[in-house]
């Protein structure tokens, strides 16, 4: 049962965002988007692979690494990508997801880190 888990899991990280990636990317394209935001959703997208892709290495130094970069340079990507979109003009829905999902996945994050230290 867990290597199945581990399958799903691998085929989610490996296939199933990129192809949501590029569903999103087409969406934007048939709807005209102004200017679209390609790169923040692509960020969202590998971070969210990453965690996917950790969950199925657990427990592996592999996945230390992934959770070492889903921690330190995905906050950042999403941070300074969300940001941008904020000062934009464009405010499609799209540009909303975006932006707020990258400034939500850094206060999830940061909470998740505060309670950490708290009940360490």
Do not use: K
Not at 32 to 47: E, K, Q, S, Y
Not at 110 to 118: D, E, N, R
Request: net charge positive; with cysteine; aromatic share 10%.
């Amino acid at each position: 049962m867990e290597s199945i888990i581990r399958l799903v899991l691998l085929v989610v990280a490996v296939l199933g965002l990129p192809i949501a990636y590029l569903r999103v990317c087409s969406s934007m394209r048939e709807r005209a988007i102004p200017r679209p935001p390609r790169v923040p959703f692509f960020f969202l997208f590998g971070t969210l692979g990453g965690w996917v892709l950790a969950f199925m290495l657990s427990p592996s130094g592999l996945a230390a690494m992934c959770i070492v970069l889903i921690v330190s340079a995905a906050p950042l990507a999403v941070l300074i990508s969300s940001a941008y979109l904020a000062i934009r003009q464009e405010r499609t829905p799209f540009h909303r997801v975006a932006m707020w999902s990258g400034f939500a996945y850094c206060g999830i994050l940061a909470a998740g880190v505060i309670t950490a230290m708290l009940f360490h």
